[in-house]
């Protein structure tokens, strides 16, 4: 019993400290990404990042397809050993390399899709990222297995930090013409300093004796999870493309809006991808424990990701404007719609977390597959009547699809729908109503920019902050306990 208790105790502190620690890294990560982005948004215009945001979906398919689902495949295998990650380090190089090959010579193709002949030479450089990051998946799948929160922050941190200098340098020497190029070589420097320091954390090193038979049970696991991702890629890249082929002159101010988007999600959903899968499946045996591990994390994922996101809307035009001036206005408008989307991924994160951990790969790949086909679907028939609205359904849609998601959760552990509800909501409302009052009182009375992005965001804080302290948020409780070190009271 002491044993179990003494267990329990060790992994309720691993599931904080990783969820504190990887929130506070990637926090750090996105402020550096905002610093650079400044930079780059006032020197470039939406013109500039047009063709790279042409490109992207290209680069996510890609990239699904070298990963091929290894890295949550080693994440859940009970041992793993030298050769499983030998031959995943072998077998990602070839598929790279193919990756790029094919890619090269459907550069073409890809410009003459778009109707952009620049295309052409830009994607054939752009893509050089691919066979970069094959060297990197292995280490990257020892951090991510070992639960290496820390590490891999490093490895994020200085990746953003040199990218994002090389980037600003180019901006400002290059000519015009040459400006999404710079956009392009910031994107490979960042996965080639990612991957040197993953390498530089991992104690494994590959050998030239090769023994591909490991693949065989890893694919056996992934290559649901591979189609997968190529789905969920498709799925958050699908506006870049139907925008280049429909509406181009949107595409930069999208690129941009989806940009900061993502710099504010990544800070939950960051730290929910670090420990979620490894610390489910470190409990998948005990249903009861795994229930109370899954629980725990979605109620402080809630906590954080929703004032997080709907304060991301509420200032979304002051940050823009202020930041990166009103040339960008328009992204603006997009992405105060798309934040409030961004406050339902993390709990959509840690639903298919649970199922993959569960190793229901099957049900996390059809349902995924459906969801990317119905939302393709919509947009192509609302395209028409313009962005705004294309986001709109885009964020109802996939907000109402975390029912579907929970249903097949439910069949795994006893989960319920009133229990779901109970552990999101209470964290959605106050968010929500905090949002608005806010916005509704610092309207009324303020008109300066400056003092509207400050006010609101202060005001923000202190209510989200003051009405979970009244009603005695276990999660403000713990996080207060781990930013001074104090000793935890037991659940």
């Known amino acids: 019993m002491v044993k179990d208790n003494t267990s329990h105790s060790n992994l309720k502190h691993a599931v904080a400290k990783g969820f504190l620690w990887g929130g506070m890294s990637n926090a ?62 072998w077998f990602n190089i070839l598929i790279s390399l193919f990756m790029y090959g094919v890619l090269y010579m459907c550069a073409p193709f890809i410009a003459d899709f778009f109707n952009t002949p620049m295309l052409v030479d830009l994607s054939r450089y752009n893509f050089l990222g691919f066979v970069v990051a094959g060297f990197g998946i292995a280490p990257s799948a020892y951090l991510f297995r070992e639960l290496k929160v820390k590490q891999k922050s490093i490895a994020l941190i200085l990746s953003i930090a040199i990218s994002g200098s090389v980037g600003v340098v180019m901006a400002l020497l290059l000519d015009e013409e040459l400006k999404p190029w710079g956009i392009a070589t910031q994107s490979i420097v960042y996965v080639l300093v990612r991957t040197v320091v993953c ?13 591909f038979y490991p693949l065989k049970y890893l694919f056996a696991f992934s290559y649901r999870l591979l189609i997968t991702n190529i789905f969920q890629r498709f799925n958050w890249n699908i506006f870049s493309f139907i925008l280049g082929k429909f509406h181009p002159r949107d595409v930069g101010n999208y690129t941009k809006s989806a940009e900061w988007f993502n710099m504010g999600s990544e800070v939950v959903n960051g730290m929910v991808n670090a420990v979620a899968q490894p610390m489910l499946a470190k409990v998948v045996d005990d249903n009861e424990r795994q229930l109370h591990v899954f629980r725990k994390m979605v109620r402080f994922t809630a906590f954080v990701a929703f004032p997080l996101m709907l304060g991301l809307s509420l ?158 948020s276990e999660e403000l409780h713990e996080i207060i306990c781990f930013l001074f070190k104090r000793k935890e009271k037991q659940v």
């Open 315 to 472: 200032v979304s035009r002051e940050l823009i404007v202020i930041v990166i001036t009103e040339k960008w206005l328009e992204s603006a408008r997009m992405l105060q719609i798309l934040a409030v989307w961004g406050a339902f991924m993390p709990v959509q994160s840690m639903l298919t977390n649970l199922l993959v951990s569960r190793g229901c790969s099957r049900v996390f790949m059809w349902c995924t597959i459906v969801q990317g086909l119905l939302t393709l679907s919509i947009l192509l028939a609302v395209h028409s009547y313009g962005i705004c609205l294309m986001l709109v359904v885009y964020c109802v849609f996939n907000a109402l699809w975390l029912f579907v998601w929970h249903h097949f959760v439910q069949k795994e552990i006893p989960v319920t729908l009133p229990m779901f509800l109970r552990d999101i909501l209470p964290s959605a409302l106050v968010a929500a109503v905090v949002m608005f009052i806010t916005g509704s009182v610092t309207e009324a009375f303020i008109d300066n920019n400056y003092l509207l992005l400050i006010a609101r965001v202060a005001i923000a804080a202190m209510l989200y902050v003051a009405t979970a302290y009244i009603m005695r």
């Open 28 to 89: 750090v990560c996105q402020l550096l990404g905002l610093f650079f982005g400044i930079f780059m948004a006032r020197i470039l215009t939406p013109n500039d990042y047009a063709p790279i945001g042409m490109l992207a979906i290209f680069s996510a398919i890609a990239g699904s397809l070298q990963d091929s689902g290894f890295v949550a495949a080693i994440a859940n295998r009970k041992e793993v050993g030298h050769d499983d990650y030998n031959a995943v380090f």
């Open 199 to 211: 390498w530089y954390f991992t104690p494994w090193r590959p050998s030239f004796k090769v023994n």
